[in-house]
């Protein structure tokens, strides 16, 4: 018998998507998995809607919302299953998305984790944000994809479609060995929302596991469902979660220099939302900062928890990916030399 897999919808408020896409992950072509709904306190009917509705489907109703991290490390406490799917209920799946993961796992012992090829629900040909063809970051922390820099989204053209290692998987459909995510303790549950799937992929990477990503395997998310893209709340974890990410990770020689380095360029990003009127974000950027560096004893002392490994990880971009963008005008993953 396969492998069983425990695919694990956390949901919040979003009644529609679940209507919408769960009878696809329900047809899934896999002999050996579960569905599982971890409800973050929803105040709309998506409990009573799917016991009606998807009665196969295993419901865990927490008491309040966690967030992403904290609703996914209490939902899969009691999970019994070789592999654990983390699954936005934004996503739209084919029936053969989930066995190519599981074979790639399965053949790799040192993978940790898998994504499959992320593209935009709403225009197929294109990638997604959330995660493209597999995610990596630059050298000061700002993430980016295979087929998305920034807002800029390639068209895809099969030109990602080589199963390689990457530096993190999206949080919207993620695989994970469940040994590796015990050994990991789960998300960092301070993170709340946004790059807690990087924070969790780096410190695999530095326990010595691999990251990858399974073009042949290919999903549809919707994005920002819960937090749109321009929600200061959004830009805020955005912001300050990048902070932490680097305090948390990074190798202690050049730590400093790499947050000097990238102050300046999150008050570029501030200069940028003020040429734009945005002044709601400007002000999510300046509460990024005092809350991390209010904070910073306390992120240094996190840092103790993984041993740091060397900065030339794969998957780290060895450059500046803004300068890279708004100076030399590169706009695809094709263009570095990664």
């Known amino acids: 018998m396969r492998p069983k897999v425990s695919i694990v919808i956390l949901n919040y408020n979003t009644r529609h998507f679940l209507e919408k896409f769960l009878p696809g992950v329900l047809a899934t072509d896999y002999e050996n998995f579960e569905v599982i709904l971890a409800d973050n306190a929803s105040k709309d009917d998506s409990i009573a809607f799917v016991k009606l509705h998807f009665p196969d489907v295993s419901i865990i109703s927490l008491p309040q919302n966690y967030g992403f991290a904290g609703g ?41 984790a898998i994504q499959p090829k992320l593209l935009d629900y709403k225009d197929k040909t294109k990638f997604e944000y959330a995660g493209g063809s597999g995610g990596f970051i630059d050298k000061y922390g700002y993430p980016f994809c295979r087929g998305r820099w920034f807002n800029y989204l390639e068209t895809d053209q099969k030109q990602y ?38 924070d969790l992929c780096w410190r695999l990477k530095n326990a010595g596991f691999k990251i990858m990503v399974c073009p042949q395997s290919e999903v549809y998310h919707v994005g920002g469902g819960t937090l749109p893209v321009g929600n200061p709340r959004k830009t805020y974890l955005n912001f300050r979660n990048g902070l932490f990410l680097l305090c948390k990770n990074l190798h202690g020689s050049v730590l400093l220099k790499t947050l000097f380095i990238r102050l300046l360029l999150d008050g570029l990003a501030g200069i940028k939302f003020l040429t734009e009127f945005k002044f709601q974000e400007i002000g999510a950027i300046i509460k990024a900062h005092i809350a991390f560096y209010s904070k910073m004893r306390y992120w240094f002392n996190k840092r103790n928890q993984v041993p740091l490994q060397s900065n030339q990880l794969t998957g780290i971009y060895q450059k500046s990916m803004v300068f890279d963008f708004y100076l030399n005008g590169k706009r695809k993953f094709s263009e570095t030399d990664l």
């Open 72 to 112: 996914y490390n209490r939902a899969l406490e009691n999970v019994k299953a070789d592999y654990f799917v983390l699954l936005n209920s934004d996503v739209e799946v084919p029936k053969d998305w989930l066995k190519p993961m599981v074979l790639l796992a399965e053949r790799n012992s040192n993978v940790a």
């Open 161 to 198: 479609d080589d199963s390689r290692e990457i530096f993190w998987a999206t949080g919207a459909c993620f695989l994970i060995k469940s040994d590796c995510w015990k050994q990991m303790g789960g998300l960092d549950e301070d993170f709340f929302a946004h790059m807690e799937e990087i």
